[in-house]
């Protein structure tokens, strides 16, 4: 089955800095790859996806990028901010169900 | 998107007792899912739980620890059998959205068993 590696475990970066989140994937049959913000005590947060028709999409400071043939998939966070605090998690969907990543942990310091 | 609600949002049991977890959406959903999230943890895919068909179990999961029910296309549970302490998790449905694929969750049941 499917399984998803995803790193750094933990990022820590200055307020304004960039962050960058990485992951990869092992089947080949995955064609949809979303992010999830989860905040603490709180639900996951479906933040930006992408489709294997795609290798990149952007939406304001979060963008993503994906190589089918490497299969890997990276989360891009610009200008980050305090509340951009959180565990971020991809995921790869082969067919009909999502396996996600174990989690990175990201603290923007102020 | 859909607005999804569980219950009970948390809970304590005792060891050998059974919960029953409800997930109600407000809208009709075609495919619904159970995950579980051990403290600290990633999300664990339970089962897949489409209305008017058995569930579609992950390996590690069985049908006696973990029934799921799917009456209609707005509702499902999932029950914890005979618990034991390693079940103390966050449980949480999740709902396919409008577009291919993506999910929406739940606030999840957080339970502790004892």
């Known amino acids: 089955g499917e399984n998803v590696e995803q790193h750094p475990s933990t990022l820590s970066v200055q307020e304004g800095d960039s962050a960058v989140i990485k992951c990869t994937y092992s089947d080949s049959a995955s064609n949809y790859f979303p992010w999830y913000k989860q905040e603490l005590g709180k639900r996951p947060q479906l933040i930006i996806d992408?489709?294997?028709?795609?290798g990149e999409k952007k939406d304001q400071r979060i963008a993503v990028t994906l190589n089918k043939t490497a299969k890997h998939f990276s989360l891009h966070i610009t200008e980050t901010q305090p509340e951009d605090s959180a565990v971020y998690f991809c995921a790869a969907s082969p067919y009909d169900k999502v396996i996600f990543g174990p989690g990175t942990s990201l603290s923007v310091i102020p | 998107s859909a607005v999804i609600s569980q219950k009970p949002s948390r809970d304590i049991c005792q060891r050998g007792t059974s919960l029953t977890i409800q997930c109600q959406v407000d809208s009709q959903v075609t495919m619904m899912f159970w995950y579980r999230q051990q403290p600290g943890q990633s999300l664990t895919l339970i089962a897949t739980?489409?209305?008017?068909?058995?569930?579609?179990?992950e390996s590690g999961f069985v049908i006696d620890k973990f029934p799921i029910s799917r009456p209609n296309l707005t509702f499902s549970t999932l029950t914890v059998s005979n618990m034991s302490p390693e079940d103390s998790s966050i449980y949480l449905c999740s709902v396919e959205g409008d577009r291919e694929y993506e999910q929406y969750f739940g606030p999840g049941t957080r339970l502790t068993v004892t």
């Open positions: 992408i489709r294997s028709n795609v």
């Open positions: 739980a489409n209305q008017g068909s058995e569930a579609t179990y």
